[in-house]
């Protein structure tokens, strides 16, 4: 198997998705997938000729991934690949002008810190990356139907850490980088500074935004390692700070926002915090490792999220309801 197990998965029509960084038959990664009604065999549907360090999007019944080598620039290219007929597919080559090297480094032997992951709404694809015409990170989007990928302007000023931190409203989508909560323009290429925050450089809280009873909801962490939640209304573009959430304690990472049954749902690195609908908080579960990276909600009740311990990374299933954690076996197939 793969030593290094991206952490960003996706949940797709009963089955779930991942990809390693190396191994398989050329050692440079694989995609794999495993069907949640007969674990634990993980099986590998496509096998990577370029360095992968990118997790998995669907749209419209194809995932989309991003590779940070090949392509007519040599700086990596977006693919698709059919679930059914597991056809992989070379779409648009990433260049200096759209930004490129869309991951970030590894924190341990065995899983990537980031493992960025795109997102796909209304025919887009919309990625940040580390690297672009700066020298610095940039914001892309690509159309699907034209197979083009525009950057977006302005470019970021200082290294961009790429992740998957954006957020759909309509025809409005949001992400938040570096300080400041952004609108990503879908027929603009334009992106829009809407509020800013202190708080270190790269400050950002993988999967952070999200959208909540018409408001933008975002995590932020301090250069004091506390977490403040904020509701962004993006009518009036008017910031709450989120009170109750006080109740949340310190911790160095934040790791994803996630709804169910009315209630928002914090990961923090060692914890999980349910908010209710009036944002008071209700209760506070221990992980039973340290998560590093955000996980995939499967729409039935069920949070999956890969937990490290030492340099062992294990894929564990969260009960959002009885807010419990239960080991998902896997068995890995080069």
Known sequence: MGTIQQACMLVYNGFIYGTSQDGGANGKGYIWRMD???????VVIHTFVNTNRVGLVEYNGLIYGCVDEGGANNLGFIYSINPTTLAFTQLASLSTSTGYRMNQFPLSPTINSV???????????FACTRLGNTGNGDLFRYQISTDTITP???PFGVAHSGLQNFSTLGTRTFEYTIGSLLEVGQVS???TTLTTDAGPNQNE??????IYNNSVIYGVRTSTNTFTL????????IKSTITAASGIGADFFYRGLTIFNSNLY??????????NASYVLQSTTIMPSTAICPGEQDGLGNYYIRLVSGITSDLYRFDLTLLTFTLVPQNFIP
Not at 230 to 237: I, K, M, Q, T
């Open 36 to 42: 949640l009604s007969n674990p634990p065999d993980s």
């Open 115 to 125: 493992s960025t992951r795109m997102h796909a709404v209304n025919g887009f694809i």
């Open 152 to 154: 977006l302007t302005p």
């Open 189 to 191: 290429t334009t992106v």
């Open 205 to 210: 809280v993988p999967s952070n935004t999200i």
């Open 230 to 237: 904020y509701d962004f209304d993006p009518v009036s573009l």
């Open 266 to 275: 914090v990961f923090s690195s060692t914890k999980v915090y349910v908010l």
